[in-house]
């Protein structure tokens, strides 16, 4: 098994910043793909980023190309989302998942593991 626990969400202004984090602990060895996933009220869960551990890829959403920065620490088990120029539309519910597989795919189908999640409000 494998455990995701999220943290870094908050309230914060239109054009601000937030980074999150994602510790993995467990059989973290069996995962290869790390992705962000987020959730607005009465919306599906969309992909927003991925990575692999490996390094040398990263996937972003077209809605935060150039804004958004994935990135990972090995030695610490943990995955960043480095948020910039945040606008109202990405307030949500932001979970972090982890697959088995090196997916390049988007669909939350394919990560086996998730994280509660941290929440992330936008103000206008």
């Known amino acids: 098994q494998v455990q995701l626990v999220e943290s870094g969400g908050g309230l914060v202004q239109a054009g601000g910043s937030l980074r999150l984090s994602c510790a993995a602990s467990g059989r973290t060895f069996s995962t290869n793909t790390m992705g962000w996933f987020r959730q607005a009220p009465g919306k599906e869960r969309e992909f927003v980023a991925a990575i692999l551990w490996s390094g040398g890829y990263t996937d972003y959403a077209d809605s935060v190309k150039g804004r958004f920065l994935i990135s990972r620490d090995i030695r610490k088990n943990t995955v960043y989302l480095q948020m910039n120029s945040l606008k109202p539309e990405d307030t949500g519910l932001y979970y972090c998942?982890?697959?088995?597989?090196?997916?390049?795919?988007?669909?939350?189908?394919?990560?086996?593991?998730w994280g509660q999640g941290t929440q992330v409000t936008v103000s206008s």
């Open positions: 998942g982890a697959a088995r597989s090196s997916t390049t795919a988007r669909s939350d189908s394919l990560f086996d593991y």
